[in-house]
């Protein structure tokens, strides 16, 4: 799955399923290359789909799991809480950021 996928903001309900679909692929691709090249299992929360109306529990796994791989790969974050999904300027924010987290932890990992 291209990385290059989770910078777009999605403005429908299909563009948001693909969305989370390729965002859960990277985050599994990245949980996979962690063990493998660390031997180190992180945890790994279903985030896909996404329910655009009831994220609070989404967030909090998201976070979790962005927490975590940051701490073991030694690479920085921002707080991802608080993603509006119907907002477009806050989310295309949103979106940059997160992508941006996935790009420097798969860069780490030399994942594609």
């Not at 999904?85 to 990992?109: C, F, G, K, M, P």
């Amino acid at each position: 799955m291209s990385l290059a996928a989770i910078f777009n903001v999605p403005r429908t309900k299909t563009e948001l399923s693909e969305w989370a679909f390729a965002h859960m692929a990277n985050h599994r691709d990245i949980i996979r290359v962690t063990y493998e090249v660390l031997s180190i299992a992180l945890p790994e929360y279903a985030l896909d789909p996404v329910d655009p109306d009831e994220t609070g529990t989404w967030q909090r796994l998201h976070q979790e799991m962005h927490r975590d791989m940051n701490s073991v790969l030694g690479t920085g974050g921002f707080n991802l809480l608080g993603v509006d999904w119907h907002d477009q300027n806050r989310l295309s924010a949103w979106i940059q950021l997160n992508a941006i987290e996935h790009r420097q932890v798969s860069n780490v990992l030399r994942l594609g």
